[in-house]
């Protein structure tokens, strides 16, 4: 069990890095969507040290114990890297009846951000139709 989850702790911390490398070239996740990863990564790393601290003990367990938290430090630095290219998220509001491409174009001057905002907002139900007032997450700039 021991080795399995440690397997598990590396490979998934392996995977969430090249995930976020492609993150920082094309942007497809929210932010929710990245610490939601980096989150699930972190427990899966604690898990397999306080598995290691249990059945070893703490000095017997450190050779592995170190380099699982400064992988888990990288990830963590990686992922603050992935959100600090990102412009901040503010909450907007429809100020006219309108549909998500116009609304990207009138937010940012460009329609093709309009997939952006409704990644953004999940909850959305129609992007064609969106009523005055809503108030809609999107990047600042």
Known sequence: VLLVVTEAALAQASAVIA????????????PEQVEAVVS??????????MLHRQLLGVEAALRVIEPLRAIAGIVQA????VLQLRPPLVKRTVASETNLRLLAHQWYCDHTRASEIFRLNPTLRNPQAINVGEVLRAYAR
Not at 40 to 46: E, F, G, H, I
Not at 78 to 81: D, E, K, P
């Open 19 to 30: 995930l976020l490398d492609d993150e920082r070239q094309k942007p497809t996740l929210t």
């Open 40 to 49: 699930s990564t972190r427990a899966l790393n604690q898990a397999a040290i």
């Open 78 to 81: 990686a992922a603050r890297q």
